[in-house]
């Protein structure tokens, strides 16, 4: 059973930097697709960034293009998410996840999900 593990949240002013990681455990990952949502209060979950496992292609939302970057370590079975310029509508839970075969954000209700990790952007 695959699980994951969420770090690196945390309090930063905007403008600041935030690295988070996600420990994936269970399995080995060829032909997965990994990424980050989100969720803010009062919000639906959101599409951040997804990576695919085995050959490293990533995507990500618009409103993050360009600030964030998502990137995996093969052999930690770890996957990042670097965000730079953070912006007070940046703060929310964020949350690893995965799924076998498809992109992560395709039905995200077939993922496997992390816990979250808090991500507090202030002004």
């Known amino acids: 059973q695959v699980q994951l593990v969420e770090s690196g949240g945390g309090l930063v002013q905007a403008g600041g930097s935030l690295r988070l990681s996600c420990a994936a455990s269970?399995?080995?990952?060829?032909?997965?697709?990994m990424g980050w949502f989100r969720q803010a209060p009062g919000e639906e979950r959101e599409f951040v960034a997804g990576i695919r496992w085995t050959v490293g292609t990533t995507y990500y939302a618009d409103s993050v293009k360009g600030r964030f970057t998502i990137s995996r370590d093969n052999a930690k079975n770890t996957v990042y998410l670097q965000m730079n310029s953070l912006k007070p509508e940046d703060t929310a839970v964020y949350y690893c996840?995965?799924?076998?075969?498809?992109?992560?954000?395709?039905?995200?209700?077939?993922?496997?999900w992390g816990q979250g990790t808090q991500v507090t952007v202030s002004s």
């Open positions: 269970g399995r080995t990952f060829d032909n997965w697709d």
């Open positions: 996840t995965a799924r076998w075969g498809y992109p992560v954000k395709t039905v995200p209700s077939l993922n496997t």
